[in-house]
């Protein structure tokens, strides 16, 4: 099992002692050991007895406990306790705001079962009459509700990413040629179908495999449709003939709006996919980017990348930037917002500068948790003083073969008014600061929206980091309006994040147009709490190219010296 899954596994654990009344001392014993574990950086798998009963909040009964998982695969503890839970009552977990304690009264006190029930309850207004609920709770569970049923059936993009390579390698032990196509190759933020072409030379494939379900009623002769193994995601294999693979690949790429573009005669892009392709002269050998723009010369417009092919405004954009370069992860210069052991990281501000240094970036950005991030260890003022001091010594010694250095940043808290959670001497001893909202996230959008505004209007903040605070199939996050934000910083000269966190990749893509009309800068950030995840930029820099982000315009996009320049001239 992999640290994540025993995190997992003892935190949920922990949920169901709370729900079924269990004695308070075992639910804080697992509780306490999942927080201390989700800082471990070690595989937790390859530890024994002795050495599990070291780290901080894993005492005999819970080392004994994650060798069990380790030897087995599960707990016990979890499976007895999931035998006498309802599917659907696990399920509330998943619903903002709904805690343990709460969800037992539901259960209880009502006879609330699953999420089916709890939607009805919410829409006759019986939950609003239970104590400690009221109609906010009724309605912002009723909120949950909706978002979790838009989300059911998809994946985030890692995820989709993962499982569509593994599905490829299984599908070609059936066939000769097999390629990733749709929402994957467009990298879109969440995936609801993995779509795979599949060539056929002279008659139609009948596909079977083990641990692939079909769904007749969806399927037809040209199309397997069905599941893979326990994935609740839709699966479809088109079958292609082998000389139009080039450009039935275009075809399956693109979003349908992206298809149905029409050129200065009146010439559906679609057309032009399907018409040209091998049979119109171009020759073996072809790479399916070459052929692709031969696509896009005869429709009349510069080659359009897979990632923005959505519809949208990808027309538009070309026409406008189409000398300018996307950004790539070779342009990116440095990493900014990260974590240290210093609040919530799981690796020393030496581990997370000396990696960044060996992935060839000029800087890191250290910006840990404030001081009002108690849940994260938040930096209390003497916290960064000593943070401080350890930056200058590293510096000094990690810039003696080529220039590197650590900047100071913070991630300051916005807090309910608006305002940062230090005083301006502190806050002006950073070089940079990433202000972000943590908490309170059920503001309406004209008090999320003015919160934001005072934040970017204060002179210190850098740049504003995830502007939403969405998490990607889980929360919605709360409304703002963008073009107020986005006005905002472009008056005041403050950065936009896009956090590459795959759970996060806020701002959403959709914005970024907007910002480069009014020439805001933004900075993909990873949002890094250990040094792999840095990589998490790859997923960053792929919305940001969905979103037609140049690197002129790609804040970590600038140079060691760039950087110190244009914070040196902010701080003034």
């Known amino acids: 099992m992999s640290n994540s899954d025993i995190v997992e596994t003892i935190e949920l654990t922990a949920k169901l002692l709370e729900l079924h009344n269990e004695d308070e001392f075992r639910i804080k014993t697992y509780t306490n050991a999942a927080y201390n574990l989700d800082k471990y950086v070690g595989e937790l798998s ?28 599960q707990l016990r503890d979890l499976q007895d306790l999931l035998a006498k839970t309802p599917e659907g009552v696990i ?41 400690g609920f009221g109609g906010k709770t009724q309605e912002s569970i009723l909120e949950s509700l ?72 969806t399927s037809s002769p040209f199309v ?40 200065e005669n009146g010439v559906s892009l679609l057309s032009v996919g399907l018409t040209m392709g091998l049979p119109n ?22 080659y359009i990348i897979p990632e923005m092919r959505e519809g949208v405004n990808e027309f538009g954009w070309i ?51 404030s001081q009002s991030a108690t849940y994260a260890s938040g930096l209390l003022i003497t916290k960064v003083q000593q943070q401080h001091a350890e930056i200058e010594q590293l510096n000094k010694k ?16 916005i807090l309910g008014d608006g305002s940062l959670d230090y005083p301006d001497e502190v806050l002006a001893s950073f070089d940079y600061i990433v202000a972000s909202v943590h908490s309170n996230l059920t503001m309406n959008q004209a008090r999320a929206t003015e919160r934001l505004v005072r934040a970017i209007e204060n002179p210190y903040t850098t740049i504003l980091g995830h502007p939403t605070g969405r998490l990607l199939l889980y929360r919605q996050g709360y409304p703002i ?42 900075s993909i950030n990873p949002d890094a709490h250990e040094m792999q995840g840095y990589h998490d930029m790859h997923y960053g820099v792929a919305a940001a190219r969905k979103g037609g982000l140049t690197k002129n315009m790609t804040f970590n996009a600038l140079s060691l010296v760039e950087m110190e320049e244009y914070l040196g001239k902010r701080k003034k």
């Open 481 to 522: 309006d963008y073009k107020e934000v986005i006005d905002c910083c472009a008056a005041n000269g403050v950065v936009i994040e896009i956090n590459a966190s795959p759970y996060r990749l806020d701002l959403d893509w959709r914005w970024i147009e907007y910002a480069l009309d009014r020439n805001v800068m933004l």
């Open 398 to 413: 990690l810039s003696i073969d080529r220039p590197f250095k650590i900047l100071k940043g913070i991630e300051s808290d």
């Open 224 to 263: 397997w449709r069905g599941k893979f193994l326990e994935n609740k995601i839709s699966v479809e294999i088109r079958y292609v003939a082998e000389n139009e693979l080039l450009n039935k690949q275009f075809v399956y790429t693109a979003n349908e709006n992206h298809l149905k573009h029409r050129n």
């Open 319 to 369: 026409k406008k930037n189409k000398n300018e370069d996307l950004v790539t992860w070779e342009s990116l210069k440095g990493i900014l917002h990260n974590h240290s052991t210093y609040s919530d990281g799981q690796h020393s501000l030496e581990q997370m500068a000396t990696y960044c240094k060996e992935l060839g970036f000029e800087y890191l950005g250290i910006a840990d948790h």
């Open 91 to 131: 399920e509330m977990f998943k619903i903002k705001g709904l805690g343990a304690k709460k969800i037992k009264v539901l259960w209880n006190e009502l006879g609330i079962d699953n999420l089916n029930e709890l939607q009805i309850a919410c829409e006759n207004g019986s939950i609003s009459k239970v104590k």
């Open 46 to 73: 390859q530890l024994d007895f002795t050495q599990l009963t070291q780290i901080q909040g894993v005492g005999k009964m819970m080392a004994g406990k994650i060798l069990e998982m380790v030897s087995t695969g």
């Open 146 to 217: 909706k978002f979790i049923q838009s989300q059911a059936g998809k994946l985030r993009m890692d995820k989709a990413v993962i499982l569509a390579e593994i599905i490829l390698e299984e599908l070609r032990k059936s066939f000769d040629k097999v390629e990733i196509s749709g929402q994957v190759r467009r990298k879109s933020e969440t995936v609801d179908t993995l779509t795979f072409l599949a060539t056929y030379t002279n008659s139609l494939p009948d596909f079977a495999s083990e641990g692939f379900t079909k769904d007749e009623k």
């Open 281 to 302: 002269g171009l020759t073996e050998g072809l790479t399916q980017e070459s052929a692709e723009t031969a696509i896009y010369e005869k429709f009349g417009v510069p």
